[in-house]
């Protein structure tokens, strides 16, 4: 039973429009929230995070969105770029609430395809 | 400043037999954790290690496992290899237990033919 969901295995978007990529999580022990970007051949890379505490988070063009009581967050690139074309993963934790439960759970990722 | 090193690569392995995989972390990074990706199923926790001890386990058979030395590189081993064994194994190392704000390496790719 996966904890976290990525439904969407692929987006493609136009280059300078927005990319709106979701994350849907079962587990309501979860209050930290990461999104990582993982080029071919490369292994992931932290991009941005969120806590529960907050429903918004912005870095430059990354903007995450928190919606506790949907179970659902969001990232969202504004303007897309070709070198956002990357597999991103969404992942959970419920180690700052949760005592030594700081395990990270991932979505399976979706492949973001910025078209020209 | 030198990132997270696995080597090998690539590798490829027949069933039954076993495989260990190995990873240096970032200077100064005290905590390795050991990720296996397989398509669909994104990254799948295996272990963490802080200060030579494990401190976290995924939901993984006993035929994986995993060992940090004191100067914080790590290995992990995977013995009686199965054709479901076939992923990218991905480190990561954080300069404190519990950070979720990991550095990753290139990762392993492990066949089983």
């Known amino acids: 039973d996966q904890q976290v969901k990525q439904n969407s295995p692929s987006l493609s978007v136009q280059e300078g429009r927005i990319s709106i990529l979701n994350c849907d999580y079962t587990n309501s022990m979860f209050d930290y929230f990461l999104w990582y970007k993982k080029y071919p051949a490369e292994g992931p890379t932290f991009l941005i995070s969120i806590s529960s505490i907050k429903d918004k988070n912005e870095d430059g063009r990354f903007t995450v969105f928190l919606n506790k009581s949907a179970k659902h967050l969001s990232l969202h690139i504004v303007p897309s770029q070709p070198g956002d074309s990357a597999v991103y993963f969404c992942?959970?934790?419920?180690?700052?609430?949760?005592?030594?439960?700081?395990?990270?759970?991932w979505g399976a990722g979706t492949k973001l395809i910025i078209k020209p | 400043k030198a990132g997270v090193t696995q080597t090998p690569r690539y590798l490829i392995k027949t069933r039954g037999q076993q495989v260990t995989l190995s990873c240096s972390p970032i200077s100064g990074h005290r905590s390795v954790s050991w990720y296996q990706q397989t398509p669909g199923q994104g990254l799948q926790f295996l272990f963490e290690?802080?200060?030579?001890?494990?401190?976290n386990k995924g939901n993984f058979p006993g035929r994986f496992s995993g060992r940090q030395f004191s100067n914080s590189r790590s290995e992990m081993n995977v013995s009686t290899l199965e054709l479901g064994d076939s992923a990218l194994y991905l480190c990561?190392?954080?300069?404190?237990?519990?950070?979720?704000?990991?550095?990753f390496g290139q990762g392993t790719r492990l066949t089983v033919v």
């Open positions: 290690y802080f200060s030579e001890t494990q401190r």
């Open positions: 992942a959970a934790s419920g180690g700052f609430l949760v005592d030594s439960n700081y395990q990270l759970i």
């Open positions: 990561a190392s954080s300069p404190r237990q519990f950070n979720t704000e990991a550095f």
